[in-house]
């Protein structure tokens, strides 16, 4: 028998997590198609509102997003063409996917350091911050970033829900001289970057998202043209933890380097993007509340 294929109580294998994940279909349907439509680029605005008109609830939570004070409109949006016309594929699809995402965490989950609303308020703010880089740095796929900055994490709520047990045992072992992958590798052989790409793959996710999600820790990793992007959301998340709003309740990121040399970023950036972050965020307090 071989042992390494063997079930561990609350510690699967990645292939056995990651089938446990696909028989329960994590995200809807809608959602995966919003992706797809939105990432054609032959793909029109009455494709995308297509798809959406087949989820009324979500059509409504990102109308009810889009007339926020986040876009501050004169007039009020009241049907998704109007929406996509003003915003765009790329926004709505960002929209959608955060109202989509934002159902995994409905059920609150405390295990010491570790929240669900706390991870959620980290994803959303990593989002907004590698969307602010991204623009600062004049990326025209800025969007991109804000998408992979709101997935990077995506792994540890999958942890979270399909491998729990193994899952509580990371966070109470959780110490300052380790990282949270170490920490995970070492309790499943694994880690929830790995279990993020794995799900992206079949959810059929652009290659640049599964880029993001897979080495949002490790840019100096990321060969080819992700890496820009990469870098956006390693840096997003080192100053969002920086600033008290850590993925898993405590600082268990190292400064990248790699991700600050490649954007060619100074102290003074950093400074400023940390300081600017606040009025981002309260600006988009809408998309926190999907």
Known sequence: MNLLCTYRPGRPTLEQLLRRIDDISTLPQVALRV???ASDPNSSAADLKEVMECDAALSARVLRCVNSSAYALRTKITNLQQAIAYLGLKQIRNLAMTASV?????KEQQIGSYSRTGLWKHLVSVGICARMIAMRRKMAN???AFLGGLL??????LLDQYAHAGFREVV???RPEETLLETER?????????VGEKVAEGWKFPEELRQMIRWHHQTAACKGEAALLVACVETANVICTLKGIPAMGKNLVRFSQAA???LQLTREDIAVLAEDLDRETEKSIALFQL
């Open 35 to 37: 992706m797809q439509v």
């Open 102 to 106: 934002s159902e995994l965490f409905k």
């Open 142 to 144: 800025f969007e991109d």
């Open 152 to 157: 990077h994490d995506i792994g540890i709520i």
């Open 172 to 174: 109470q072992q959780l």
């Open 186 to 194: 070492r309790i499943f052989g694994y880690d929830h970057t790995a």
């Open 260 to 262: 600050i040399a490649i």
